[in-house]
């Protein structure tokens, strides 16, 4: 006699058989899991604690006017933060960040020396600073030079024209009066304003764009994109052109809210906090992968960590120790959560 069995039936006998591992079906596992999937979840928890801890040391921390400190701090660092993301998500490096935002002020500086409305020196500093970009992007696509290299070598060139443009002189940064000064730096919330909307720019652009799409397959898949008829030269030159215009602006901003700019600084010194942001967020280095927020929180970070340690009087040959030190955990830190998250993947 053949026994005829519901197959359906007999996948729910063996679905009840085989248990759950212990814990999977709570509520508390899927939270935990859930956290563990977001990039931006390490820097939240390290900004936290650094947060306490330099509020519990100095309660000055939590003042007003401390926090438009921070603010200025970390505006910066948001933005070429911002502009960096676009460059690690196709695989390539922008070191000459920092050198825009530098120079930029000079470049605006010498626009209105020589008669230029000072509108009109911002417009031309800006034109400036997209052919910069540009020069980075087709030097690196056409010719084949390592993103890194070219940067680098942008970066000291422009220091070297601003030291010899400005004949290694502190000058006063014009626009400082008026309702002009207020929107473009002056103003005590101007400035995070104006790195915001860059913010949300380039995040609608990355996320709900086609352009966006174009950027990440590129720098997922160079080769795949490329067969798929994305111009991916086209995709790079305009990112390393995106993250120009936006360091040179807010170099533009901060120069105007500072009063006077010197050309004794180093581009390096600007550029790097901005990719230290990246990464923190949960940027990869490899490419294919970035976030926006993230990239704002580590830059939350940066400028809570600098404010921090000037407000509890960490000695400066201590400083960059310091500042290494919790750099280099708040990385660890993402590393292990990142194993950890793949592991509940599993």
Known sequence: MVRIVDSATESDSNTRQTPAPKGKGSVAYWLVQRAMQQRELTVVLVTAFVIIYFGIVNSAFYTTANINTVVQYLASFAVIGFGEVLILVIGEIDLSAGAVYLSSPWFMYFFWKGGMPIGWAIVATMVCCAGIGMINGLITVWLNVSSL???????????????????????DMPGQTGHFSIIFGVGAWSTILWAAAMGLFIWALLKRTRFGLHITATGGNLLAAAESGIRVRRVKVW???????????????????????????????TTLPGIVAAVLG???????????VGAALGAIFLGVLEDGFNLIGVNANWFYLAEGIMILVAMIVNTQLGTMARRFRR
């Open 149 to 171: 290299i070219v940067t680098l070598a942008i970066n000291y060139a422009l220091f070297g024209i601003v030291l010899i443009m400005s004949n290694d002189i502190q000058v």
């Open 282 to 292: 949960g940027t990869a280095l490899t490419g294919g992968r970035g976030t926006i």
């Open 239 to 269: 990112c390393f052109v995106i993250i120009s215009c936006a360091s040179g602006f807010i170099g533009i901003l901060d120069a105007i809210r500072i009063g006077s700019i010197n050309p004794g600084s180093s581009g390096l010194d």
